[in-house]
């Protein structure tokens, strides 16, 4: 009860000793195409509509016994562009907020957002922003959007168009874009749901989770952090890391993944997926199509394999010194299988068949063959319908 009575003391406190000095801007449009906003910063907020003016509202509220009386910004115009310039008088100690309209057709680009809070909406142009730092959201824009941060969190819904961001560290977070993007984090993290198009992206460390993602083109690169690809349908992807795991759950399209350091992990997989363990285990449950997988160092197990010889003739798994475990469905399946130094252990005559070395089976009018090599680890395959 004291803490709340405290916080009114303060509230009514802050409101008897600051008051508010507001400006207020207009102008019409008529055969510009760009809005240009400089040395912005606080709470912006700015809005498409159709109406064709600008009507820009600025209030700065001020400490009653403050000397420092803010400067007004400056608009001009040009035939091509619309330049507003905020006032360079306002101090840290000063809470500034804008609240913008501006026609939805224009472009918008705003040059050294200093810090706070931006929102942007309902802009069907290209909107470019460059900021040192702060929080961004953007939402339902029409003409692509590009956006350099140092540090902060961009926030992306119902974008469209090229999607351009480069941020030092922080996160970005993405739902229902449709485009072709481009998103690098030094920093930081990823995480999109819903996206439609050719994608890149790319981090240094931070954890990359894709829900989603619709295409015929996914490429990420990490330099560590964990990377988790979920419901999504991808003609062609790339997934390479450093380190950390990566998880691939109900997938259709080819995949290629590259793991220095960590497991791979996958589930209900349809398509030719291309995996690279150096040190870590690779397990996956429900694959149907065709396999290319390599590990030195770490175990295998597939859970339940079905080859389509539409993707692959030949499936293939290489291992160093860890046992390979694959239970696939199926006939007409040749198998080929080499331990150096291990066990082979089968069952598709029915009873369980222990082969030191070397085991071969060619069928009659063979579709598809089953190739693994280990150099220490054991071999077991079974075959079940």
């Given at each position: ?75 001009t ?45 309902d ?32 926030v992306m ?54 829900n ?82 390599n ?13 389509d ?20 469905i ?13 066990r082979?252990r ?28 280990t ?11």
């Open positions: 009860m004291m803490r709340y009575y405290f916080q009114v003391i303060l509230l009514i406190s802050f409101l008897l000793c600051n008051y508010e000095h507001e400006f207020r801007y207009e102008q019409n449009v008529t055969t510009q195409t760009q809005m240009n906003l400089g040395m912005m910063m606080g709470n912006v907020k700015i809005s498409g509509s159709d109406s064709q003016k600008i009507i820009i509202l600025q209030t700065v509220v001020l400490p009653e016994n403050s000397k420092k009386i803010p400067h007004k910004g400056l608009l115009t040009s035939p091509n562009a619309i330049d507003y310039i905020a006032p360079n008088g306002v101090t840290a100690r000063m809470q500034q907020r804008f609240n913008i309209q501006l026609p939805r057709i224009l472009a918008l680009r705003i040059n050294d957002f200093a810090g706070g809070e931006l929102y942007i909406s802009v069907d142009g290209e909107v470019s922003v460059t900021s040192t730092g702060g929080d961004l959201e953007f939402v339902q824009l029409q003409g692509g959007l590009r956006v350099t941060i140092s540090a902060g969190e961009i819904t119902d974008v469209s168009g090229n999607i351009f961001c480069i941020m030092d560290g922080g996160t970005i977070n993405g739902s229902n874009l449709t485009g072709d993007g481009q998103l690098h984090v030094n920093g930081g993290g990823i995480i999109l749901d819903g996206f439609t198009g050719k994608l890149e992206l790319q981090n240094d460390t931070g954890d990359i989770h894709l989603r993602i619709l295409g015929e083109y996914l490429k990420v690169s990490s330099g560590g952090g964990k990377i988790k690809l979920t419901n999504s349908a991808i003609d062609n992807s790339e997934l390479i890391t450093q380190g950390g795991t990566v998880r691939l759950v109900n997938l259709d399209g080819n995949c290629h993944v590259e793991n220095r350091l960590g497991a791979i992990t996958g589930k209900n997989l349809n398509g030719l997926y291309e995996l690279l363990a150096f040190n870590g285990a690779i397990t996956l449950d429900t694959v149907y199509g065709g396999l290319r997988l590990i030195p160092v770490g175990e295998v197990s597939i859970k339940r394999f079905i080859p010889i539409e993707y692959l003739r030949q499936s293939k798994i290489l291992a160093g010194n860890g046992n390979v475990d694959v239970h696939y199926g006939s007409k399946i040749g198998l080929d299988l080499i331990s150096s130094h291990g082979i089968t069952n598709f005559r029915g009873d369980e068949v222990f082969t030191p070395g070397m085991f071969r089976y060619q069928p009659e009018n063979e579709q598809h063959k089953i190739y693994i090599q150099t220490s680890g054991d071999i077991h395959l079974t075959r079940g319908e």
